[in-house]
C-alpha cells in the first residue's frame, strides 16, 4: 500500500541548515510536496518537485529527490525561528507523512 | 492573495448529530479535497471532487460521510450520524491543476461530545 514516512523530530540551532528527509512508496508519483504547519494553523504548500527532477531549489529551500531510492528531502538553510513548525512530505495523491517537528535552538 | 477558507472554526455537537463544514476554495480550482487530522495524528485524505462529482474516496470516507458544491463557491461536508472518533481538525483544500499541491484552509475544529 501507499505510505509516506518521516522522522517524528528534528532539532536544530538557530542559524544552521535543517534536513528532513522523507521515504515514500508510490514509485508512479509524478509530484512530491513539502507542506509547513505551524501550530493551531493549516497547512502551507511550501514546495513541490517534479519527479524527472532530482533537485529544486526555492530561496532558503531545497528539495532533493533521489527516485531510484524513493527518498525525498527538505533542506533549509539557515535555520530561523520563524522555521519552527512540523513540516509534511506528501506524494502525488497528496497521501501525507506523520511530520517531522522542527525545534530552533537559540 | 487568495486563500480557501472554511466556516466555522470550530463545531462542537453530539454524537449522532449531523455536522455540516463548509469551504470556500480558492475561485479558479477545479480540484476539492478534504483531510482530516485527528489531534497529534497524521494528516488522512477523505476524498477528492472534480467536475462535481468524487474523483477519489479513502476507506475513512463510508456512507456516513458526503460530499456537495451546492453552488458555484461552496464546497461542504456532511457527517450523517457524527462518532465520537470523528472528532478532529477537518481541512478543505484546492487546487488548480492536478500535481500543483493543494492549498489548504486554516480547518475546522470537530469535537463530538
Known amino acids: 500500500g501507499e505510505d509516506v514516512e518521516q522522522s517524528l523530530f528534528l532539532s536544530v540551532r538557530e542559524g544552521d541548515s535543517s534536513v528532513i528527509n522523507c521515504t515514500y512508496t508510490?514509485?508512479?508519483?509524478?509530484?512530491l510536496y513539502w507542506y509547513k504547519q505551524e501550530p493551531g494553523a493549516g497547512l502551507q504548500l511550501l514546495t513541490y518537485?517534479?519527479?524527472?527532477?532530482d533537485m529544486k531549489q526555492d530561496q532558503r529551500l531545497t528539495v532533493l529527490l533521489n527516485k531510484k531510492d524513493k527518498h525525498l528531502s527538505l533542506r533549509i538553510a539557515d535555520t530561523q525561528t520563524g522555521d519552527s513548525a512540523i513540516y509534511f512530505c506528501?506524494?502525488?495523491?497528496?497521501?501525507f507523512g506523520k511530520g517531522t517537528r522542527l525545534h530552533i535552538l537559540p | 492573495e487568495p486563500e480557501v477558507t472554511q466556516t466555522p472554526s470550530h463545531q462542537v455537537t453530539q454524537m449522532g448529530q449531523e455536522v455540516i463544514l463548509r469551504c470556500v476554495p480558492i475561485?479558479?480550482?477545479?480540484?476539492f479535497y478534504w483531510y482530516r487530522q485527528i489531534l497529534g495524528q497524521k494528516v488522512e485524505f477523505l476524498v477528492s471532487?472534480?467536475?462535481?462529482?468524487?474523483?477519489?474516496k479513502s476507506e475513512i470516507f463510508d456512507d456516513q460521510f458526503s460530499v456537495e458544491r451546492p453552488d458555484g463557491s461552496n464546497f461542504t461536508l456532511k457527517i450523517r450520524s457524527t462518532k465520537l472518533e470523528d472528532s478532529a481538525m477537518y481541512f478543505c483544500?484546492?487546487?488548480?491543476?492536478?500535481?500543483?499541491?493543494?492549498?489548504f484552509g486554516p480547518g475546522t475544529r470537530l469535537t463530538v461530545l
Open positions: 518537485i517534479f519527479s524527472n527532477m
Open positions: 483544500a484546492s487546487s488548480e491543476r492536478l500535481g500543483q499541491g493543494a492549498y
Open positions: 506528501a506524494e502525488d495523491k497528496i497521501i
Open positions: 471532487f472534480y467536475n462535481n462529482e468524487i474523483s477519489e
Open positions: 508510490d514509485s508512479s508519483s509524478t509530484y
Open positions: 475561485s479558479n480550482h477545479l480540484y
